[in-house]
Every structure is written in structure tokens, then in C-alpha cells.
């Protein structure tokens, strides 16, 4: 593992099913992040963690949830999937400790479409 | 909360000419700026980054970009442009409060015509 790793690449899914989507990283970087890219919005945070153990709310967190049980992985999870969580989303990581002038590394992405 | 605004949704330009794509903050205090790029289908990569220092800023695939306290402006410029620059453009700001969020622009998409 190089970086940060998302699975799966890309995902079909019913309305209403529960979905995880999985982040990884191998950098020790304490900090994580989950962001939704959608046209003509850019990139808005839907959750963070700044270490193992805590998380926080972003802009957009409504119908998702995370957990960060150990420092590599950040799962993100949709209770109950909805059309308008159809979007490409994004795991960051940083390090922590330095306020916001952290450099973030993205993974590759998850295009995830709701039907 | 900080902000970030790219007015310019999508540029062209041709191959070998220069660009610029405008970015806009609002912060209070002196802010730590970014600059990333995505290629089509990939992650985000950083190209630059201002936190403090000289105001001109390089940074990879000959990049630079220059903070302007004066104008909350953080201008991304390349003097000649390639076809590869072909991506989409992120401006960035973080604050300095102990949170580690970034808040990123609506992007700029650019596209290179020979």
C-alpha cells in the first residue's frame, strides 16, 4: 500500500441499502477525512477525525456516518442510501498538530451512483 | 469561517500561452492557502502551498502563485501551458485555530485546444 487506498472504485446501488465505503492509509497521518464531490460544488467535508478515537462533524454530514477505531482506516457508511449521495467521494489524510496549514493527501476516489 | 471563491468556472487556452486562474478568500487572520489539481478520473495532487514568507510561491509542473494580502487573492499562473495542464483546479484555505479542516473552491476547469 502506497498512499491512500478507497474501496471500491466504483459502486451501483439500491435506494435504501446500507453502504461502507473503505479508506485506508499507511503515512501514520493522524488526521482523516471524508469529502463528496459534486459538479459545480467542488469538494465539501462530510466528516472528519483529527485522531484514532474521535470524529467530527463538516458541512455535510447528514445520512453518513464514520468511525476511526485505529489510525490506517476511516470508514465511511451510508445507513440508508438516497439518490442524492450519488457523487464521487474522496478520503483524505494529513498530519496533525499544525491547525490548517496541514498539506491533505486524497486517495483515488469512489464513484458511488444511487439509483 | 473561512471561504474560498473561483470565480472562473472553465478557461481555455491554447497550448503554449500563459494562464492565470483567480482564487479569493475570506479569512480573518493571515491564512494558509493551497492550490491542487485533478486530473480527469483521479485524486487531488498539491501543486503549492502559502503559509507564510515570500508572497511568490512555487510549486511543481512549473506552477507559481502569488498571495495578496491586499486583494484576499491567491492567483495560480503558468507562463506556458502544455496540453497535459488539462485538469480541473482547486484553490484551498485553512485557518490556524487548531482545526484541520480545509475549505476548498468550486474548482476551475481548464482546458488546453492546440
Known amino acids: 500500500i502506497a498512499g491512500i487506498t478507497q474501496a471500491p472504485t466504483s459502486q451501483i446501488l439500491a435506494a435504501g441499502r446500507r453502504m461502507t465505503l473503505r479508506c485506508t492509509q499507511d503515512?501514520?497521518?493522524?488526521?482523516m477525512y471524508w469529502y463528496r464531490q459534486d459538479l459545480g460544488l467542488g469538494l465539501r467535508l462530510i466528516h472528519y477525525?483529527?485522531?484514532?478515537?474521535?470524529?467530527g462533524k463538516g458541512e455535510v454530514p447528514d445520512g453518513y456516518s464514520v468511525s476511526r477505531a485505529n489510525t490506517d482506516d476511516f470508514p465511511l457508511t451510508l445507513a440508508s442510501a438516497v439518490p442524492s449521495q450519488t457523487s464521487v467521494y474522496f478520503c483524505?489524510?494529513?498530519?496533525?498538530?499544525?491547525?490548517?496549514?496541514?498539506?491533505?493527501?486524497f486517495g483515488p476516489g469512489t464513484r458511488l451512483t444511487v439509483l | 469561517a473561512q471561504s474560498v471563491t473561483q470565480p472562473d468556472i472553465h478557461i481555455t487556452v491554447s497550448e503554449g500561452a500563459s494562464l492565470e486562474l483567480r482564487c479569493n478568500y475570506s479569512?480573518?487572520?493571515?491564512?494558509?492557502l493551497f492550490w491542487y489539481v485533478q486530473s480527469p478520473g483521479q485524486g487531488l495532487q498539491l501543486l503549492l502551498k502559502?503559509?507564510?514568507?515570500?508572497?511568490l510561491v512555487q510549486g511543481i509542473k512549473g506552477f507559481e502563485a502569488e498571495f495578496k494580502r491586499s486583494q484576499s487573492s491567491f492567483n495560480l499562473r503558468k507562463p506556458s501551458v502544455h496540453w497535459s495542464d488539462a485538469a480541473e483546479y482547486f484553490c484551498?484555505?485553512?485557518?490556524?485555530?487548531?482545526?484541520?479542516?480545509?475549505?476548498f473552491g468550486t474548482g476551475t476547469r481548464l482546458t488546453i485546444i492546440p
Open positions: 483524505a489524510s494529513s498530519q496533525s498538530g499544525r491547525g490548517g496549514r496541514n498539506e491533505q493527501f
Open positions: 503515512m501514520r497521518h493522524n488526521a
Open positions: 477525525s483529527n485522531t484514532a478515537g474521535t470524529t
Open positions: 479569512y480573518g487572520a493571515t491564512p494558509y
Open positions: 502559502y503559509f507564510s514568507g515570500d508572497t
Open positions: 484551498a484555505v485553512g485557518a490556524d485555530f487548531g482545526n484541520e479542516k480545509l475549505t
